[in-house]
């Protein structure tokens, strides 16, 4: 009887664990077919919105003249003309770099609207591994420095350094301190502005 009564708990301690590996894959089935309808069915009454004009230089005007804003309605997807909605930029500072949220709002229902992300940046020209300090009464040199352009869609394209001038008219060797070190792209007018610090050896 002993053995029995073992069984018959084993039995149905297996039952239960069963039972709760099909609820488990259930759930599972169920939230992957929601996360799945959700990605293949745009929001009822929103605003999508695309385009490939996402980075912006401080100060430069905000434009997107590839912007395409849609709606799912009705199980049709409808396409709006710029002049059926209004861009709100109020959040976004043209003088702070950083990542902002523009607000797209439809003319005719202001309920209706939709949000995409930009980013201002310094500058859309980047330099990496360039010389930050250069000891006091020596000349400057940039060194084996490589440099990249952010495209508006947030991509990057490495450069040849050869096709880049460097300015260092303003770092004066023989005064310590902090200076700028200008590198620009004058086929595409970009500029940036970089630190380098004029430092004394170190005695031990």
Known sequence: MANESKNGMYYI???IKLA???LVVAV???LLLHFLDDKSTPNENKLSVETNNRFFEIGEEIEFPDLVV???????ILEFASSDYELDLSNVNKELAGSYQVKVV???DSKIFGYFNISLV???LQIENYN?????GNEYVIGNYTAFVINRDGTKTNLDTSILTVDTTLINKNSLGEYDLIVSYPDKNL???KKVTVVELQKN
């Not at 849609?70 to 049709?76: A, E, L, V």
């Not at 930050?132 to 006091?136: A, K, P, Q, R, S």
Request: hydrophobic share 55%; aromatic share 4%; no cysteine.
């Open 13 to 15: 301690n297996l039952l």
């Open 20 to 22: 709760i590996v099909v």
């Open 28 to 30: 599972a089935i169920v």
């Open 70 to 76: 849609k709606m799912y309605k009705d199980g049709n």
């Open 106 to 108: 439809l003319k005719s």
């Open 122 to 124: 310094d500058s859309r």
């Open 132 to 136: 930050t300090m250069v000891l006091i």
């Open 191 to 193: 500029t940036v502005v």
